[in-house]
């Protein structure tokens, strides 16, 4: 079933939300696997996860299971985990470290560039193309230190989808990359599993509405967003500034660890957040930044993987960064909680037209629009 037409209006101060079974039917969130996430670039997983040749691990995308390896020059790449024999799941656990790649059946072999080099009695048939045959390319890129991952057979353009999204945002892509990500490194990672449709965690996301309410460590850092306006509405984010006693963003306002050495003045106590469909979050402030990847799993549950990113210096010297975790790690499981509440409501039929949308909430309905475009409603 496609997404409902959106309706006119409900008034001068209120839009329309999607229709209550948008959350809920299985048969649209299988739409939404094959055009939105099978078809767009995902982000899989950081790039220093994958070190040294060999490194191999398994990741989801829409409703495949890709493998991402480094081949012996280092290269990344990228294939369906599927044997080109008899399908059997080449990799069957989520991350090692090989030389080749072997399907566990029948011992079909795969160099780490996907090419079959050996499988029983296979120079007795010498008609089998050994590149024909090969595991099946996924295409991959590497920004901000993360692997990219498209399914499409004819990917969109990086530069314009994801690159173009951000600039648009922004105003310029130099305005992510004075964060220096790519040269950042994991402090801390957890991981959620969301009772919840992914576009409730991407709504929540994008508006603060609801900080007062819920978030009150989060507005005693950033006083403004109990104004309820969040920092991605209008067309341009704007930086968020920290209160004026905070010293940095953490649980207690207390001062954070070393500043990001290439941030730009006016990037200095203020936070910035910006969304990159159709599932990636990113959250930056002065010394550090924290990067958000979905992974939807069904119609009613969506994995969260969070990293808080700091400069190699403080993770390699075992700095206390608990207060910096701490502070995003509640608003997350604020946000989640209220993710969680709100989806067994989808299903009600006093919500199966919607809800509303205030205006601090209109841009909102541009990812509606968005969603709605693409799966060809």
């Known amino acids: 079933m496609i997404i409902d037409q959106l309706e006119a209006p409900l008034s001068g101060s209120l839009m329309p939300t999607l229709p209550g079974h948008s959350y809920t039917d299985p048969d649209l969130f299988a739409l939404e696997q094959e055009k939105i996430f099978e078809q767009m670039w995902n982000c899989v997983l950081r790039a220093d996860e994958l070190t040294a040749p060999g490194d191999w691990r398994v990741v989801t995308v829409g409703r495949e299971r890709i493998i991402v390896t480094r081949n012996r020059r280092r290269q990344l790449r990228a294939y369906y985990n599927v044997c080109r024999h008899r399908g059997m799941r080449v990799c069957t656990e989520d991350a090692g470290n090989a030389r080749t790649l072997q399907c566990g059946y029948h011992a079909w072999t795969y160099d780490l560039d996907g090419t079959l080099i050996a499988a029983p009695n296979l120079t007795k048939m010498p008609d089998v193309d050994r590149e024909s045959y090969g595991l099946r390319k996924v295409a991959v890129r590497e920004w901000l230190g993360y692997v990219w991952l498209c399914l499409a057979e004819d990917p969109p353009s990086f530069e314009e989808t994801v690159l173009g999204e951000v600039s648009d945002r922004m105003g310029t892509t130099h305005s992510i990359d004075s964060y220096g990500i790519d ?55 704007h930086g968020a500034a920290f209160g004026e006693e905070v010293r940095g963003f953490t649980v207690d306002g207390s001062a954070g660890v070393s500043t990001l050495p290439t941030i730009a003045p006016d990037q200095d106590r203020k936070y910035y957040a910006i969304t990159v469909r159709p599932q990636v979050f990113i959250n930056m402030v002065p010394d550090h930044v924290i990067w958000h990847r979905m992974t939807p799993v069904s119609e009613s549950r969506t994995l969260v993987e969070c990293d808080w990113l700091f400069l190699p210096e403080v993770v390699d010297a075992g700095t206390d960064v608990s207060r910096s975790v701490e502070l995003f790690h509640r608003v997350n499981e604020q946000d989640f909680d209220a993710c969680e509440k709100t989806q067994p409501a989808m299903s009600s039929r006093s919500y199966a037209g919607g809800g509303a949308l205030v205006p601090s909430e209109h841009h909102i309905a541009g990812f509606h629009a968005w969603v709605q475009e693409v799966l060809g409603g």
Request: aromatic share 10%; glycine share 8%.
């Open 183 to 237: 040269g950042l490194k994991v402090g801390k990672r957890i991981s959620y599993d969301v009772q919840a449709n992914w576009k409730l965690i991407i709504e929540n996301f994008m508006e603060c509405y609801h900080c007062a309410t819920i978030h009150p460590e989060l507005t005693e850092v950033i006083p403004e967003f109990a104004e309820g306006w969040a920092s991605q509405a209008g067309e341009k984010i």
